[in-house]
Structure formats: C-alpha cells, structure tokens
C-alpha cells in the first residue's frame, strides 16, 4: 500500500521556477470564462438568483481585474503542469519496479477550483459546482477495462466502498457510499473482476 499526497496547485499561485518558457507559451492561450467577463462588462452586477455566500466570499478573495485574473488562470495551470510531471515519475517508478500492470491506481482530489467564474477563485465557495467536482481516475490491475469512462457523476463517499470491493471484502453497513460497481452502468465490469 502507497499513499501520496500532493499538495499543489493551491494559492499563493506562483510561476514554479524552470516553467519560464512553458509559461510564455501558454500565456496566449490563455481565456477568462465567459462568466467572468460578462459579470465585468455589466460592471460587477451580481447575476439574479446567486447563492449570497458567492458575494460574501467575492467581497475577500474575488477577483475584478480581468488582467490579474489571466494570472491566475496561467499560475494554476502551470502547478497543474508540475502535478502531472510528478505523477509521471511515480507512475514511472512503479513501473520500473514492477508493481505498475499488477497494481491499483487511484488519482482524485479533494476539492475542485472555480478559476475565476463570476470573479470566484479558489475552495472557499463550497457551494459551487466547480469546487464540488474533481477527477476521479481508478486504473485496475492487469489493464482490466482500460479506458472505460463513465458519464454520470459519482460520489467521493463510492471510494472506500469501491476500493473495499476490488480486495474482496465487504463494507461495514455504517459505511456511506456504494460501490461503483454497484453502479447501473459498472455492473458489467464487477462480474468480469
């Protein structure tokens, strides 16, 4: 059993050092949400029906300047470049030991991030959507259905069950969630497991 954590994108959002070109390249790709910039040209208008904690949260940590926003879109995405290389090394070592094509691989997050709709950034506003999602990527051993995806959102309360399941053991009843393989569109792949 591995556990790694890793702690990154999160603010302060910095450009990481020896990224200096792959930033210049991105720069101008670069786009703000169509949320973001409506909500600018209407001069900062709060959109009819928006939960109040959205404006609670903005007045603090929002962001105005459309300039500082392109920012912070390109800092995230660069750490997440950092991230990903990083997952590259481990998922390499494992496969130089070994344990890659045998093993079982999970990759989530714990929170998702708003970059920018409405001016929101960050984890604060839990009650956003964009905070609530995150990726969710299981790889079973031995290449057993790679490539499946599946539509429907899943819960992060799934995993514990899903991961109990996949070692041949059943969760307590005290446990929340389900298994994915429980799952309407899964059950073919728990019968071939």
Known sequence: YLHVDFFAPHQPFMIPAGLEDREAALREHVVLPASFTEWVDSGYRIPSGEPKIYELYRRSLGLYDPAVAREYILANLLQMEVVERAIERLVGRLRELGLWESGLFLLSADHGEMNTELGLVDKGVYGHPKAARVPLVLKLPDGAHAGKRVAEPVSLLDVAPTL????????????????????????TLAKEL
């Open 164 to 187: 109990l399941e996949l070692a041949g053991t059943k969760p307590l009843a005290r446990l929340d969630g389900e298994s994915l393989f429980r799952r309407t569109d899964l059950r």
